[in-house]
């Protein structure tokens, strides 16, 4: 095809996120084009305005809020159209405002959105100037109406926005649809179905040439289709593509194909868009679980949040990288998206990190589950009139990304219990069906067999995938739920949606439990509050149960990390995470990562600081994937221990074992010495087949005598959203980590990035995140630092009283 490009691109996507104007609170009038807002403050998106308040038991959002404040927000932003512009469609896109948007563009109203999560787009051209004079678009977002939800959500224009500007032929948003029916090694088909609109006016001819490119930029395939586009409107036209060989996308390798969708009106290209996706094929089966590419694959999974701790929910792409980077590492492959769509940036990292996604539009339907105050304001007031269109958007959104496996429609929906239930779980599931027929459904269900209100086999049989949230909840039936539900619905196929939800703090060694006078008999406070060394051991249970059962796909516990909100003053996070708001594991990460990694590893706990408690018995645990490991204290052994699990089977000839035979010191996935206390050095030494091949160690630390600063990154692209960790370790003279000394730092970050938050990972430090100062938790600290626009160098400075200070650079590029 003879191809004449148009000397500007046919298609500009430009990030509108710089130099906003910015109001905390209402003001009359300010959708108006001429409003002046020279008063207001100026600042760059994403922006979240909760996180910048101070924590207060005052605070309408409550507990479930993170004890932040919610309130109303107006957002301005004045532009000038490049002079090419005359004649081009133009078109603005929110990835997410929290909450109840509207949006004005020169003070014409464009529309309401209530959901916060969802992107949608607007578009601008019929009152936009495009002869020089400036334009303003106005956004109010109302989040005052609290509490609003169960989680910390945030408030304002907390993710990205894009001016998009393209001609009056061009492809729709979301236009391009991408799916891999048949994936084999040898061949793949892409079926690919395309929506162009016709704005000209007239009828014309279109051409649409689709390219599959790989990785290295080679065209792997191409096809042209065409067709009259005869009046105004929207056209589907649809080609199937073929690729030889295909390199297949899994969790191990990502492989990621990019489509090249060009329209060509008249032979003159006229938009052009890009789409990431892979060759995969996805498929749960009833008795044998979750398959890629024809191999079983147990999911790994771990349900997440929106919020990315010190950053409240305007979190930078890089947060969640480094984030991706630490499950992948824990041996995580699975995340679910609890219990709304994430940013777009989030799917593309799981994409090209190579996790499966369960992506969840709704935590309410038309049922509110507000408990004792809490949420009384939820989605269920929007339900009925949006749920369609924001299920459709979600889909349309993202049905491209080769790591969603699967659509949750709801979390804990109280509908799974009632009659009306069936009857509207259908009618989501044919919009996914309609908008996705190659992903099953589900919903993670928390009634299944219950004694009150279970969910009722109608709901059940409708799902694709049925999901499980605490099947150990209801009395002793724990993980024999799905044993139980598997012979009385033989082609069930399940799946663990939620479960563990164990409470623990990374610095928290308490050596007895919750249990006081008042709460002695309050079994509840030792359940939601347990102990260092009982915390992890019903996790461990069910975590048997699903490894040994091929039938159960796997499992989401909950969290993979920490989260805002749905926490009890003095908190104002949860900490069901096994890594803390900041990042940092907890113990609880080594126990998945004992049983998710195959490389040799030890993970001792705790510290070995009990200054004061000579003598007494402290329970010293470990978690391991080796064979055995004995722990020397101070050189003396305390025994060798095993988990043995799976079990180990005599092979060959009666008597014979394959592995040194080690008798199984314990039926839990973890190995526990009690060890009288005296300062040292706790040595663990693990085997594998009989030999040595991990060892750990726990030192008694000196007192501290610095600070030490770590970087996640040396450099960072000058983009105004990259973003550098700057880990605090507190340490003594041989460079030890002290945990039990905590002091204040103070911080001061100069040059080109700015610090945008500092934690310490410490559920109940009410500290704000965007002060230059913090206390450390158990010897740690961080502080986020973003890059500005401007290549340099920023200097971090860390300094804490009677301590040596310690700096760290970073460069902007
Ligand atoms: C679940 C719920 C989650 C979270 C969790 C806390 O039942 O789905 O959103 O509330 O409990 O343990």
């Known amino acids: 095809m003879k191809a004449e490009r148009q000397a500007d691109p046919v298609r500009v996507t430009e990030r509108f996120d710089f130099g906003w104007r910015f109001l905390l609170g209402d003001a009359e009038g300010a959708g108006q084009e001429h409003f002046d807002d020279s008063a207001w403050r100026t600042l760059d998106l994403p922006h979240d305005w909760s996180v910048e308040g101070e924590f207060s038991a005052d605070h309408p959002a409550g507990g479930d809020g993170a004890y932040l404040p919610a309130g109303i927000g107006w957002y301005r932003k004045r532009f000038i159209l490049p002079e090419h512009s005359n004649g081009r469609h133009v078109e603005v ?65 907390y993710r990205h926005v894009w001016l998009i500007r393209t001609g009056a032929a061009r492809l729709d948003n979301w236009g391009v649809h991408v799916t891999t029916p048949d994936v084999s090694a040898s061949l793949g088909t892409a079926k690919v179905t395309v929506n162009v609109v016709n704005e000209l006016g007239t ?32 056209y589907a036209m649809s080609v199937d593509l073929q690729v ?88 995580c492959n699975a995340i679910r998206m609890s219990h709304n769509p994430p940013s777009p940036e989030l799917l593309d990292l799981c994409d090209r990190m190579g996790f499966f996604v369960m992506d969840e539009a709704f935590d309410e339907w038309t049922h509110s589950k507000a408990k004792s105050g809490s949420a009384a304001y939820g989605y269920y007031k929007y339900f009925d009139e949006w749920w369609e269109r924001d299920l459709t958007d979600m889909l349309r ?31 989501l599931m044919d919009v996914c069906r309609r908008e996705d027929p190659t992903r099953p459904v589900t919903l993670a269900c928390d009634n299944i067999g219950s004694d009150i209100n279970a969910a009722t086999d109608e709901f059940l049989e409708l799902l694709d995938v049925v999901g499980y949230n605490y099947v150990n909840r209801w009395r002793g039936r724990t993980e024999t739920f799905y044993a139980e539900d598997r012979v009385r619905y033989p082609q069930m196929k399940m799946i663990g949606s939620e479960h563990s939800s164990v409470r ?189 091949v991990c060892v750990a160690e726990r030192e008694t630390t000196g007192t501290p005598v610095r600070l030490e600063l770590e970087t996640d990154r040396g450099t960072l692209a000058a983009d105004g959203t990259d973003a550098a960790h700057v880990t605090v370790r507190l340490t003594d003279a041989r460079g030890r980590l002290v945990p039990a000394a905590d002091c204040s730092v103070s911080f001061s970050v100069q040059g080109a990035g700015t610090l945008i938050g500092v934690d310490n990972g410490d559920p109940a430090s009410r500290e704000s995140f965007k002060s230059n100062t913090r206390k450390t938790y158990g010897g740690l600290c961080l502080a986020i630092v973003q890059a500005g626009l401007h290549p340099g160098t920023v200097v971090i400075r860390a300094e804490a009283e009677g301590l040596e200070a310690a700096e760290a650079t970073v460069r902007v590029q």
């Open 244 to 331: 030889n060989d295909p390199k297949l996308w899994s969790e191990v390798s990502p492989y990621l194909y990019t489509l090249r969708t060009s329209l060509y009106i008249d032979d003159r290209l006229a938009d052009e868009m890009e789409t990431p996706f892979g060759f995969r094929a996805i498929a749960f089966d009833a008795d044998r679980g979750f398959m890629v590419n024809g191999a079983r694959v147990k999911l790994n999974g771990v349900c997440l949040h929106h919020d990315g701790g010190c950053v409240g929910a305007a979190v930078p792409e890089r947060v969640w990288e480094r984030r991706l980077q630490l499950l992948k590492e824990m041996g």
């Open 504 to 692: 623990s703090t990374r610095a928290d060694y308490r050596l007895s439990g919750p249990l006081t006078a008042d709460t002695r008999s309050d079994e509840a406070a030792a359940w939601r509050n347990p102990t260092y060394y009982t915390g992890m051991i019903r996790a461990e249970r069910l975590w048997k149960f699903t490894r040994m059962h091929d039938y159960v796909a796997g499992d989401f516990m909950w969290t993979g990390i920490d989260y805002l909100g749905e926490a009890r003053w003095p908190n104002k996070s949860s900490s069901a995470g096994v890594i803390d708001l900041c990042g940092f594991p907890k113990d609880g990460y080594y126990f998945y990562k004992s049983q998710w990694t195959a490389e040799p590893m030890i993970h001792p706990f705790p510290h070995w600081n009990w200054e004061g408690r000579e003598g007494q018995i402290i329970p010293v645990l470990c978690y391991t994937n080796c064979d055995t490991v004995e722990l020397f204290v101070n050189g003396k052994s305390f025994g060798v221990k095993s988990c043995e699990f799976p079990l180990q089977g005599m092979t060959k000839r009666y008597g014979h074992y394959d592995k040194p035979f080690v008798h199984a010191t314990t039926s839990d996935l973890h190995l526990a010495w009690d060890v009288p206390y005296e300062p040292g050095v706790l040595r663990f030494v693990g085997t594998r087949d009989g030999k040595e």
């Open 203 to 234: 009828g014309r001819y279109a051409s649409l040439r689709t390219d599959i490119v790989d990785a290295d930029g080679t065209v792997a395939a191409s096809k042209t289709a065409g067709a009259f586009l005869p009046d105004l409107g929207t």
């Open 93 to 157: 896109r929110f990835d997410g405002v929290y909450m109840n948007s509207e949006v004005w563009i020169n003070g014409h109203y464009l529309g309401k959105r209530p959901n916060g999560y969802i992107g949608f787009h607007y578009d601008l051209t019929p009152y936009l100037h495009s002869d020089g004079r400036s334009n303003t678009l106005a956004v109010r977002a109302d989040n005052s109406e609290q509490p609003g939800s169960r989680w910390y959500t945030g408030s304002g224009i």
């Open 397 to 427: 959104r993202d049905r491209n990304h080769p790591s969603i496996i699967m659509w949750s429609v709801g979390n804990e929906i109280p509908e799974q219990s009632q009659p009306a239930g069936p009857g509207l779980l259908k009618r």
